[in-house]
């Protein structure tokens, strides 16, 4: 999410699975609320996807 609200998202995203890029755009429009990777973010990220770490790490290992 850039300072400007635009939503920007790399081409590679659309070899990922659905839940992973849900994954990535609900943590870009928690930025639009909290731009940092501060606890609140993390809190709020938690309310909206609780499962959003197990997202992450498999879109981690997708796209290594």
Sequence with gaps: ???????????????????????????ELCHLLIPSHSRRFYELEESVMPDWEKHKQRLERIMA
Excluded at 7 to 21: C, F, G, H, Q, T
Aim: net charge negative; aromatic share 4%.
């Design 1 to 27: 999410m850039s300072p400007g609200g635009r939503l920007l998202l790399n081409p590679d995203l659309i070899r990922a699975p659905m839940e992973s890029i849900d994954y990535v755009i609900t943590h």
